[in-house]
């Protein structure tokens, strides 16, 4: 009963002062960003979030309002089209400024997001907004806070579910392998699970005559390559990735439909993922060699193969 009758002061004394409430509004979040907004970003407002620290600390028994707003712009990437996610986003990550830079207790933090259909920078923002006491209302107040600490509830945001559709997406790609015989234009297909976990097939063939010859006879050879490559990316903010499977590289007689040369085994590297759309995969491969005409396969150590592939990839979400 005495928990609640303090809440219920606090709260009507926030309502009755909010024409007057210190605010502090931070808008231009850049399109499509929520709480992994850079920290510079609000640096320029530090000294009007100091401010408003300052209010909470004077007055121990108020709270702060803080709101996530996104506009109406369509946000597609990873099917995420007006995420409201976005605003909790925002409101999060000045909540969690609030905390660690100016020390707020964050059991006096409420979160709440908006929405608006208009489109722009002022609509994209984070606020945050404190009740002033009223001076009627001080000596009622400080009466209260010689009680002993009452516990707030916090409002926390639950993390949106994500089911398995969403979370699976497909990668399509185009580009050219090296490989121990020369460079081969390549297609790929992976399926994705949140961006993180790729699996994938690797098909390459060459147009051109190979021209290579066995015991003066023209074989009219082509190039092929085949295999399959599992990527993870253990660091979502750094696009670096471990790859690893199988690669056959085949030298055909188009003449005879039988290889001349063969490369296959294991291989293990990294891939580098600078912009969404292009990858570059360097992988040691550690495979046998057969050669036409010899009777054993030959192990090679040391061989690189370097990817260069442009891709589109459709869903899968973090």
Known sequence: MKRSVIIAIVLAVALF????????VITGFPLGIGSD????????????????????????????IVTGGVDGIRFDRNHDAQNPGLAVGRAQALRNLLVSEFDIDPGRILIQSSYSVDKGGPYRYAAVRVAR???????????LEKRPPVEIPVTEVKEIY???????????????SSSPFGGTPIVSGAIT?????????????????GSYSFENADLATRRRIAGGLATVYPLSKIPVGITGGWIRVEEISQRY???????EGPVIGLRVTPVDYLSVTAIQNTAKHNVIGD?????????????????VTFGGGR
């Open 17 to 24: 002062a909010m024409s007057r409430s210190q605010e502090v």
């Open 37 to 64: 907004v850079d920290p510079g970003f609000f640096e320029s407002y530090y000294p009007q979030l100091q401010s408003l620290a300052d209010t909470l600390q004077k007055y121990p028994l108020s709270l702060a």
């Open 133 to 143: 006491e009223i001076s009627n209302f001080e000596a009622r107040i400080d009466s």
């Open 162 to 176: 994500q089911s398995v559709t969403e979370s699976m997406g497909l990668q399509l790609g185009a580009g050219v």
């Open 193 to 209: 699970w949140k961006r993180f976990v790729f699996i994938e097939g690797i098909f390459g063939h060459t147009f051109w005559d």
């Open 257 to 263: 439909n039988e290889y001349v040369r063969m490369s």
């Open 295 to 311: 009777i054993k396969s030959r192990l090679k150590n040391g061989q690189f193969l370097i990817f260069a592939t442009i891709h």
